[in-house]
């Protein structure tokens, strides 16, 4: 397993001190624009001596479910241009939310928007050279505009539809907290990344995992043991790190240290 942390593109220089500093292997940087891929490129020595595995997280707005075939198509672009400079980065997995719509017709045409999700989803797949693409679970509190990926059953008909070779399953732990499904029930054989981080069960606080922040014993023990996971990110805040990691290293035996 790989244990790390998030990071917005222009923090990643800290991040790396991060890693360093807590014996941390790998970073999940959120690129939301194809300049943002100048922070990695300027820090690409330092993560690669300090042996630290790339995953991207692609940016809130991407909107795979959208409506509009020319935008779609257009996130589709964005999409396959990060991949290829990804490619020079050996990024390891890029993570998207499944998108968002209109309340009404995230409840009226729901079916419509995930058949969407498969047709932005194809288009990528069937470009890709073995890079991985992972689908987060995502919240909803209602509203105008609403996220889709906040159940069981949109993942379900997206993955239903692809043979999964390069796609798979992020488990955000701090998102389920808020719209809970079987997620680690349904996915566990093809969830490749997991995100770690508490809250209130209302707000998404990315506090440390704790039980009292909603992460007990018995669910960070199930996560750990996931076959298939190789990424663990630490979607937090800092001041909560060191309890965090304490935590992962009582429960699998690994010790994360500085070098
Ligand atoms: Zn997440």
């Known amino acids: ?63 795979p479910c959208e409506r509009v075939n020319e935008v779609r198509a257009c996130w589709e672009r964005f999409v396959l241009s990060n991949v290829e400079i990804g490619r020079k980065f050996n990024v390891r997995y ?13 409840g009226s045409r729901r079916e419509i928007l995930l058949e969407n ?6 288009g990528v ?6 890079e991985m693409i992972t689908l987060e679970n995502s919240y909803t ?21 692809f ?9 955000d732990t701090g998102h389920n907290l808020i719209c809970s499904d079987e997620y680690v029930e349904s996915f566990s054989r093809i969830t490749k990344v997991v995100h770690l981080s508490g809250n209130d069960g209302v707000r998404d606080l990315h ?3 704790s039980s009292e922040h909603g992460i007990g014993d018995k669910l960070l023990a199930d996560l750990l043991k996931l076959k298939e996971t190789e990424y ?28």
Not at 94 to 106: D, F, K, P
Not at 149 to 159: A, E, Q
């Open 1 to 63: 397993m790989r244990l790390g942390i998030s990071a917005f593109a222009g923090d990643i220089e800290r991040a790396v001190g991060t890693c360093l500093e807590n014996g941390l292997n790998h970073i999940e940087v959120g690129i939301d624009d194809i300049g943002d891929w100048e922070f990695v490129k300027r820090q690409n020595n330092h993560v690669m001596s300090a042996g630290i595995s790339l995953g991207v997280h692609l940016p809130m707005e991407l909107n």
């Open 94 to 106: 890029y993570n998207m939310h499944m998108g968002y719509a209109l309340e009404r017709l995230a």
């Open 117 to 122: 999700a498969c047709v932005f989803l194809g």
């Open 125 to 130: 797949l069937r470009k890709l050279d073995g």
């Open 141 to 161: 509190k209602g509203g105008d505009m609403v996220n889709l990926g906040t159940r069981v059953s949109d993942f379900k008909r997206v993955f239903e539809s």
């Open 163 to 171: 043979s999964l070779g390069n796609m798979g399953f992020c488990f």
């Open 207 to 209: 506090l440390g995992i």
């Open 232 to 259: 663990y990110v630490l979607e937090m805040d800092s001041a909560h790190y060191k309890s965090s990691i304490s935590r992962i290293s009582e429960l699998t035996g690994i010790q994360f240290e500085a070098e």
